[in-house]
């Protein structure tokens, strides 16, 4: 079973940067894709980024094209998010998952082998 962890959240002024992290552990970690996905009070979960093991396929929703960039060190075993020209938007709490399959397979639906870190705040002033 694949647990995750993530951290780097925190506060920050408009067009400044954040790093969040996603620790995974488990077994099999090849086979799953890793992304971001984000949820504000009173919104629906959005997706965010995704990545496949090799880091050959990546996606990113909408709202991170240009701005964020998703990354995956497979020896550490963890994604990284590096958001740039953040927006108060972009406040949200900020959640790590995993799934087997391909990366459209994350950003868009979800399996017997989903996973869901707890999340990581990311507050952006005006």
């Known amino acids: 079973q694949v647990r995750l962890a993530e951290s780097g959240g925190g506060f920050v002024k408009s067009g400044g940067s954040l790093s969040l992290s996603c620790a995974a552990s488990?077994?099999?970690?090849?086979?799953?894709?890793m992304g971001w996905f984000r949820q504000a009070p009173g919104k629906e979960r959005e997706f965010v980024a995704a990545?496949?093991?090799?880091?050959?396929?990546?996606l990113y929703g909408d709202a991170a094209k240009g701005r964020f960039t998703i990354s995956r060190d497979k020896v550490k075993n963890t994604v990284t998010l590096q958001m740039n020209g953040l927006k108060p938007e972009d406040t949200a709490t900020y959640l790590c998952?995993?799934?087997?399959?391909?990366?459209?397979?994350?950003?868009?639906?979800?399996?017997?082998?989903?996973?869901w870190g707890q999340g990581t705040q990311v507050t952006v002033s005006s």
């Open positions: 488990g077994s099999v970690l090849s086979a799953y894709a």
């Open positions: 990545i496949d093991w090799s880091g050959g396929s990546i």
């Open positions: 998952k995993a799934d087997r399959g391909s990366v459209p397979g994350l950003a868009y639906g979800s399996s017997e082998y989903t996973r």
